[in-house]
């Protein structure tokens, strides 16, 4: 199969694919995939697709069948090559999206190019034309280009079409490139945007955890690997993994080296290496191979992105990316993203994993479900202290996952039960308290996190929330066009009691309005009962609220080393994490 993909107006954001099928039979069938790798949700990319067609080698309409909103079916007219010729719609830019303008040709090739289903395994060719002096950042093999007219053609070559759907690519004529050699491994580093970056640093800090994450897992499951970053001239933060690249597009683009957003590109960045392992080798078994046709149900969601999670942070600061303080207000995220959500009392990740194909990307209705990537980070870190307990810190974590890439090496994919005696043979200890209670249950992970983090000397503590509106109310907003919308309510608070609602909007209290100082309206009034007036759904109301004597909601969670902590605990603090105490 051959794909010739060109546009000709950049700024209607459509890109014109050609798919060229040759020694086909009676009838060809064809299809989109109904969801990408990465995004465990249906993507129905066939909505942005126009002027379908089917032609003959002499341009001659073939006549078709649409079977499903992804797949066609062709009859030939004993034609031996069938043209398949169609516009996509390329206006969004994220890391999992194809997108085209004057400054750049991006594409991730599962959005928008058809397969042949029982024809998956061939080799692939794909000729980008683009005007003069584009590169193209991709994992894929590229020819030197070859003028076409006004136009240079740029071959790419793919074993099949799982590679092709797999390996995205920027073409444009002002990538920044860089990259390094770590053990006969080439990474490759791509920035597309307005960008000034320090590639000492950068090149630094990254040899350091891509070495931290190739030692532990022992090896690497590709030779050449690429990191595609597009800087975003606006706030942003999105990351898709692949096996052999990643896409990952952070913003402000002017912020990008100051230390906040540079430690989020850090921490994004190992996250999303780590899965050329942790998804993309080593995948359960109902991912293994993907069914591009429908949804991929899996439970198994706090062990791809949980873990993966997990060390994404860790790996930062055991390899000495990260310092304490780095590290530890990346955990403090995590562990205040659970104790938010009320929703851990509803439904475990386990279960939430599954729902991901529901609605897990969206916040849904309120208190119904938890994150695998927050539940699934912190019980990985549960599990990981586990085995370290049971082990003396001669077991850890590592060790499952090394079992779990040795395995997929050998074409084994996992499942719960594999995972889970995995874990217990590393052990030495059975984990039924973990898996029963907290895995495949919905529960309050405290008590597990406050005895996970004794063991390495670690504390959680509390502390109010120094929003009134959070802590004596029970609701969380956020400012918006002057007023401040209401994100969640506190079950059995003052303002689910009041009667407000997910989505609501606060726009005055006592009769005054504000711009930006509604909490020091709130600390103002105290203890008063207040009347708040607030529009939902375009209908103003008010109603009263007032807090609830001696009763807090939505406190800040807090992780500190114990200053007691005795030696045994300092001891293990140091193995898990290279570290002095």
């Not at 590229?142 to 099949?160: C, F, I, S, W």
């Not at 078994?285 to 999670?309: C, F, H």
């Not at 942070?313 to 009320?342: I, M, P, T, W």
């Not at 850890?396 to 090496?409: G, I």
């Amino acid at each position: 199969m051959k794909y010739i993909v060109s546009y000709k107006s950049h700024h209607q954001h459509f890109i014109d694919i050609e798919i060229i099928v040759d020694s086909v039979s009676d009838k060809l069938r064809i299809e989109f995939s109904a969801w990408r790798p990465g995004r465990y949700e249906l993507g129905n990319f066939t909505k942005n697709v126009r002027n379908w067609g089917a032609f003959d080698a002499k341009g001659n309409p073939l006549q078709y069948v649409k079977l499903n909103k992804d797949l066609w079916e062709v009859s030939t007219n004993k034609a031996k090559t069938v043209h398949i010729k169609y516009s996509y719609y390329a206006a969004e830019l994220n890391a999992g999206s194809t997108f085209v303008d004057d400054k750049q040709l991006y594409m991730n090739p599962v959005n928008c190019c058809m397969y042949v289903p029982d024809r998956m395994n061939e080799a692939v060719t794909m000729d980008l034309l683009l005007p003069e002096k584009y590169e193209v950042a991709t994992s894929m093999k590229t020819d030197k280009p070859v003028k076409q007219g006004d136009r240079y053609a740029h071959t790419l070559h793919a074993a099949g079409f799982e590679e092709l759907a797999d390996s995205p690519f920027i073409a444009s004529p002002t990538l920044q490139h860089n990259m390094f050699v770590m053990d006969g491994i080439e990474f490759n580093l791509w920035i597309q945007g307005e960008c000034k970056p320090d590639w000492a640093k950068i090149i630094n800090d990254f040899f350091i955890f891509i070495n931290e994450q190739v030692n532990m897992m022992k090896g690497c499951p590709v030779k050449e690997y690429h990191f595609l970053f597009h800087a975003m001239p606006y706030k942003f933060h999105h990351g898709v993994e692949h096996l052999a690249s990643t896409v990952i597009a952070m913003g402000p683009t002017y912020n990008l080296m100051k230390e906040d957003l540079y430690n989020n590109l850090l921490g994004i960045s190992c996250h999303e290496l780590f899965h050329s392992w942790n998804i993309k080798t080593i995948r359960p078994v109902e991912m293994y191979p993907y069914d591009y046709t429908k949804e991929n149900y899996s439970r198994l969601g706090y062990v791809y992105e949980g873990i993966t999670t997990y060390y994404g942070d860790y790996l930062l600061y055991r390899s000495g990316v990260f310092n304490e303080f780095e590290y530890l207000k990346a955990v403090q995220n995590e562990f205040q993203k659970h104790f938010d959500n009320y929703g851990r009392f509803s439904l475990g990740v386990a279960d939430s994993s599954f729902d991901t194909w529901l609605d897990g990307y969206v916040s849904g209705i309120p208190h119904r479900k938890v994150s695998i990537y927050t539940e699934g980070c912190m019980l990985a870190f549960i599990i990981d202290m586990f085995i370290r307990k049971h082990t003396g810190n001669k077991k850890s974590l590592d060790d499952v996952m090394r079992t779990l890439y040795e395995n997929a090496k050998n074409g084994k994919p996992y499942s719960e039960q594999d995972y889970r005696d995995i874990v217990e043979k590393v052990a030495g200890a059975s984990p039924s308290d973990i898996f029963d209670n907290y895995i495949n249950k919905a529960a309050d992970l405290a008590k597990p996190l406050h005895e996970a983090l004794a063991y390495i000397g670690l504390g959680l503590l509390t502390s109010s929330s120094k929003k009134h509106f959070e802590k004596y109310w029970g609701m969380k907003a956020t400012e918006e066009h002057g007023g401040y919308k209401v994100t969640i309510v506190a079950p059995d608070s003052p303002a689910e009691m009041a009667g407000i609602c997910a989505n609501d909007e606060v726009t005055m209290i006592n009769g005054h309005t504000f711009k930006g100082n509604f909490n020091d309206w709130c600390t103002f009034y105290n203890q008063e009962e207040v009347t708040l007036t607030v529009v939902s759904d375009h209908i103003k109301r008010e109603v009263k609220i007032k807090a609830i004597t001696g009763k807090e909601f939505y406190k800040n969670f807090h992780v500190i080393k114990l200053r007691d902590a005795n030696l045994e605990q300092q001891a293990a603090y140091r193995i898990w994490c290279n570290r002095d105490f």
